[in-house]
């Protein structure tokens, strides 16, 4: 199996995790990919993911609705409800909002009228058709995580089925001016969630991710390779053995700020009713449970509280 990593500015790497080994059919093979991703997520927080299973084509016709969405006019955007304009979502609520737009498509088939593009008929196939290849990808990780702490392989399954996840389409416009003092295109955050799915458009920089200490290390783009990060609700289930690590999306310096960025997450998050306990592997006598019991609803809500204080939306 792979032990290929991305080497980082201070020398440390973000290991690349086969997902074809994590989908074996022999146990032992998936076992040993399985305490590997383990072990990233254990360090890192971050995996690169290669292999993933979600065709090039699903990526490119995501993508491709995605731009064309994005490079309608500002009005005919905003008709759609799933859209945040530029100035209304931040990340950081101790910053100035982040500079980016984005549209949210959650897993819930029953949105209102009016919630997707009307003018672009084409545009909830491709993200409904990435949503569920992303969310297979995401099931069988939490697979992985399951076999390496010693559990029944499946014993995440019914806590997402079905998911409370969403898809996150992001664009960064091009930087044509100077930003405010601490300003970023993503403000530094962790994620509420289970584990989060992340898309590029083309090689894109500026994905940062913090290491102990407050160091910020950059994580490049890989062609052929997907990015995923641990979330909050998985750190706690672990005991904080798998770290949710904050990460912000930086502004580029020099030819790359006057380009558009594109990207899109997929956030694996359980049933609100979940309770999120310490996971008996993940405690002894020496290590008491670090969080209380807590239903995945009631998590969620209070991060998103958290966004919100500051008067603009998460």
Same mark, same amino acid.
């Given at each position: ?14 290991? /690349?995790?086969? !997902? ?17 991703? @383990?072990?990233?997520?254990?360090? !890192? ?13 699903? /990526? ?9 969405? !994005?490079?309608?006019? @500002? ?144 994580a490049p783009s890989i062609p052929g390779a997907a990015i995923v990060? /641990?979330?909050?609700?998985?750190? @706690? ?21 006057? @380009? ?6 997929? !956030? ?5 009713? /979940? ?40």
């Amino acid at each position: 199996m792979s032990k290929a990593a991305v080497e980082l500015g201070s020398g440390e790497k973000i290991p /690349v995790i086969d !997902f074809a080994g994590l989908t074996h059919r022999e146990l032992a093979q998936r076992k040993a990919e399985a305490v590997r991703m @383990r072990e990233a997520f254990e360090d !890192f927080g971050f995996i690169y993911l290669k292999n993933h299973g979600v065709s090039q084509s699903i /990526v490119d016709d995501m993508f491709a609705r995605s731009i064309e969405f !994005f490079a309608l006019p @500002r009005a005919k955007k905003a008709e759609a409800g799933g859209y945040r304009g530029p100035g209304l979502s931040g990340l950081d609520p101790t910053k100035p909002t982040d500079v980016k737009e984005r549209f949210r498509a959650p897993s819930d088939a029953n949105l209102p009228a009016g919630y997707w593009p009307e003018r672009l008929p084409d545009f909830r196939a491709a993200v409904s058709t990435y949503h569920q290849a992303g969310l297979s990808v995401l099931r069988q990780l939490m697979r992985g995580v399951a076999l390496s702490l010693g559990l029944s392989e499946e014993y995440f399954d019914a806590a997402h089925g079905p998911s409370n996840g969403a898809v996150l389409l992001l664009h960064y416009p091009p930087i044509t001016e100077p930003l405010m003092p601490g300003q970023l295109r993503s403000g530094a955050h962790t994620d509420f969630g289970t584990m989060t799915l992340l898309f590029h458009h083309g090689t894109s920089e500026g994905l940062e991710i913090q290491r102990p200490g407050g160091n910020w290390l950059h994580a490049p783009s890989i062609p052929g390779a997907a990015i995923v990060n /641990v979330g909050d609700l998985l750190s @706690r289930w672990t005991n904080r053995q798998l770290r949710s690590v904050l990460h912000r999306v930086v502004p580029p310096q020099g030819e790359a700020a006057r @380009r558009s960025r594109y990207a899109a997450t997929l !956030f694996y998050e359980p049933r609100d009713e /979940v309770v999120i306990s310490c996971l008996e592997p993940c405690r002894s006598p020496g290590k008491p449970a670090l969080y209380p019991s807590v239903t995945a609803g009631e998590h969620l809500a209070a991060r998103r509280r958290e966004t919100i204080r500051s008067g603009y939306e998460n």
